[in-house]
């Protein structure tokens, strides 16, 4: 196809897609009369990318170059201060032979269960609930005290759960009030409770952020597809698994990326509250990333698990955005 | 209008891309620099080592994590001996300045003086740290500060007591054992002990009456405070500070450690530390303690001030029995350090700076900080518990009996290695052995 004829088929088709301006605009006053089509879809060109420059740039700078950075870092020893030494693939090596690496995996895998499948189980339930109530009194209370543990800066959350999981905190009082005094535990110190209890501040967190990706995803459902599910009598939980859930496969992608990243990258929780004990039942890639760079004075090393826990994840989100994509 | 629509296309795409394309560049040539490679001359001690400090105005730049009113303390009486030398204070709270220092000063933007802490050996190899001893001839440090070895380091910052001198200690601080004296009055407990049997006999006497005997946290490692202690009083102190120092070929492994985390670990099964220490954080277990929780609890000088504000006239300490009675009294402590960027323009008011840690003025505000002065005689007395502390630390002096702390120096990732090997050690997942097998494979990882 000639640009003569690409310019034939591609006027129409956009004087289609975007309504012209009514009044007259800078646009449209550089677009008529004497200026060719050709010249004014280069220069269109231009401007998108002069639109996307305040973006790309900071983007380029303090992403991407960082990464390869990264990347390039990965194939020295290197302790930070010192003149380093090109080791190659060596570093990859070693992170695939380290036993703790190997329980770091495993507990981030673990975490997420408890950042992505309960929030979205937990976000879920409180959307069809929240939305079904919709415009009565203290839904809105609800909605912003579900989503308020996403606004308090996760530092903040760390120390407070610390408090609510120590020997003598809330949650403990809590289980003596009740005369469960025999369970308590100082969670946090306990091997077999402290990757649970960590993760599930995470759920805290993470719960309303699902629950207002969902609710915003139901909004978007028709009703007319729930009146005419109730003439055919329809129950509120039958709506819920035949049509809520369904109809929800963009929001699921969403919060499912979301949250995986966050568990597999998850760092600042577990630093601020075990700091990945007690010994290493709590350690997680980005403990260990953190520990070898800035206290071990392995930056090569650090790097290289870097670099894997990048493709771990961008692998993961691939995968569920091509997952969901298919039909149901 | 028309110039609005025409600035746009004024700007052509390729003059965009190579806009774009010389930023990258740019990026990209400062990214090589940070790079590995990064070049440091060998700047050690340049130009005349007197003892006169710049008449002209200068500005000093202090990096610390001295949670105390010593550094400032230190800065304020200093600035007003020197009205021409402006002094800035950088500080980091201690978890983020142990990481972040080496990067601090590996910047341009160095400071002049640096709180010197583990893991910074790292930067003797790389060259950014002045070798202060000339300055040290000239104002006679040997005699003025106790304890320069542990900032005496190897070309290879490996090995610390030998090679060259990178700093002074400022104000010393040792470990040793507060009690509550209300509670052990009561309970009927002799103090101070004469050994470590008699301590731990009087642990049992204080379970017994239900109480907390040894108040500690481990959620971020607090129990590596007995365990020095422990460590000092059972190891001979030739191979505590190999090991500490990190010379080659030294071993953790040895029976008297083995008795040492032993015994550790019996105080734990037999009821006499904080129940599920894992879980209860060491700052925690000091505020306990203050609050009247427990009875004894074995820290540093660094917890004197809180603990007196919190006891009061209930406050006691002594120092941590020997084996056996009547021997020489051994214990853990550091100091805080100072040490000198090698980036310093101003390297002589530095050094003018860390000989003034050695006057008598600056005692004063050293022991009031809680920390024991370079210059002893030179302390104003104290009463109550701080003069309790102070006539320990007499002792120890006296006795020589000052010993590293085992992860300070030995390798630059023992601080988390022995944190995760003790909540191993105490939560009951690894044997005595397995647990100094644990410790001495990082000190080999990095020693080899």
């Known amino acids: 196809m000639t640009t003569a004829d690409r310019r034939l088929t591609a006027e129409p088709a956009r004087a289609l897609a975007a309504p012209r301006p009514t009044k007259p605009g800078p ?14 879809r280069r220069r269109r060109r231009t401007v998108a990318l002069l639109y996307l420059l305040p973006a790309l740039l900071p983007y380029t700078l303090f992403s991407v170059l960082p990464l390869l950075h990264t990347a390039y870092l990965s194939f020295f020893d290197w302790d ?16 695939g032979s380290d036993p703790q690496l190997r329980a770091a995996a495993w507990h981030a895998g673990a975490l997420i269960l408890f950042f992505s499948v309960l929030p979205i189980c937990v976000g879920l339930v409180a959307a069809a609930l929240v939305s079904r109530r919709a415009g009565r009194r203290g839904t809105g209370l609800v909605r912003t005290v ?6 308090i800066p996760l530092v903040a959350v760390g120390i407070l759960w610390r408090w609510v999981y120590a020997e003598d905190g809330i949650l403990n009082q809590a289980l003596r009030a009740v005369g469960l005094g025999g369970l308590a ?8 409770w402290a990757l649970p209890a960590v993760g599930l501040i995470g759920t805290w967190v993470v719960s309303g952020l699902c629950m207002v990706l969902f609710l915003s995803g139901t909004q978007r459902i028709d009703q007319e597809i729930y009146e005419a599910a109730r003439m055919d009598g329809a129950g509120p939980v039958r709506e819920f698994w035949s049509i809520t859930v369904p109809l929800l496969r963009p929001e699921f992608a969403v919060a499912l990326s979301i949250t995986v990243i966050a568990a597999l990258s998850s760092f600042d929780l577990i630093y601020i509250t075990t700091g990945g004990g007690p010994g290493n039942s709590t350690v997680v890639p980005g403990i260990l990333i953190y520990r070898l760079a800035f206290g071990g004075g392995a930056v090569g090393v650090a790097s290289a698990l870097a670099i894997v826990l990048t493709a771990v994840i961008s692998v993961a989100v691939l995968v569920i955005n091509r997952l969901s994509r298919e039909a149901p | 209008m028309r110039s609005m629509s025409h600035s746009p296309s004024s700007l052509s795409r390729r003059t965009f891309l190579t806009a774009t394309g010389a930023i990258g560049a740019v990026a990209l040539t400062a990214c090589s620099e940070l790079t590995p490679g990064a070049s440091s001359s060998d700047k050690s001690s340049t130009g005349p080592f007197s003892t006169a400090v710049p008449a002209d105005k200068i500005t000093l730049v202090v990096a610390d994590a001295d949670d105390t009113t010593m550094t400032p303390g230190l800065l304020d009486a200093f600035r007003e001996q020197h009205p021409n030398i402006t002094v800035k204070r950088q500080y980091t709270g201690w978890d983020d300045y142990l990481k972040s220092i080496n990067t601090t000063m590996s910047a341009d933007t160095a400071p002049d003086i640096a709180q010197f802490t583990s893991g910074m050996q790292n930067l003797v190899p790389g060259r950014l740290l002045l070798k202060v001893g000339e300055y040290g001839k000239a104002y006679g440090w040997a005699t003025k500060f106790p304890g320069l070895d542990q900032i005496t380091l190897t070309p290879d910052g490996k090995t610390v007591g030998t090679g060259d001198l990178y700093g002074v200690g400022a104000g010393l601080s040792f470990e040793g054992v507060y009690y509550n004296k209300a509670k052990a009055n009561e309970l009927g407990l002799t103090t101070p002990p004469a050994t470590l049997a008699d301590l731990e006999a009087l642990f049992a006497k204080a379970r017994a009456a239900g109480e907390t005997a040894l108040v ?10 007995p365990f020095n202690v422990l460590l000092s009083a059972y190891l001979t102190p030739k191979d505590r500070e190999a090991w500490a120092f990190g010379h080659r070929s030294a071993t953790i492994v040895l029976p008297e450690a083995k008795t040492a985390a032993e015994t550790l670990l019996r105080w734990v099964d037999k009821g006499y530390v904080t129940p599920k220490v894992n879980g209860v954080s060491d700052n925690d277990a000091t505020a306990a303690f203050a609050k009247g929780e427990g009875v004894f609890r074995i820290s540093g000088n660094w917890a004197a001030a809180a603990v007196a504000k919190g006891l009061g006239d209930r406050a006691g300490y002594f120092n941590m029995p020997p084996v ?3 021997g020489k009294v051994r214990t853990t402590g550091a100091g805080v350090y100072y040490c000198v960027s090698s980036k310093s323009k101003n390297a002589a008011a530095a050094a003018a700076f860390l000989d003034f840690a050695a006057s008598a003025r600056a005692a004063a505000v050293t022991a009031k900080a809680g920390f024991m002065a370079p210059d002893a005689g030179a302390m104003p007395s104290q009463t109550g518990l701080l003069g309790d502390v102070q006539s320990g630390w007499e002792t120890i002096v006296k006795d020589a009996g000052l010993q590293p702390f085992i992860q300070n120096s030995s390798t630059p990732t023992m601080g988390d290695t022995l944190t995760t090997q003790l909540q191993l050690l105490v939560g009951g997942k690894v044997t005595p052995e397995k647990f100094l097998a644990g410790l001495q494979s990082d000190f080999e990882n990095y020693h080899k």
């Open chain 1, 27 to 40: 646009d449209r006053a550089g677009r008529g009369g004497r200026r060719t089509a050709r010249s004014g």
């Open chain 1, 80 to 95: 930070g201060v010192t003149l380093p030494s090109f080791v190659g693939l060596d570093n990859y090596g070693r992170i």
């Open chain 1, 146 to 151: 579900l989503f308020l543990p996403q606004v």
């Open chain 1, 185 to 192: 535990d100082a969670w946090l110190g306990s091997f077999t």
């Open chain 2, 216 to 225: 500690a946290g481990n959620l971020d490692g607090g129990l590596n405070h």
């Open chain 2, 324 to 326: 056996t009675a009547g």
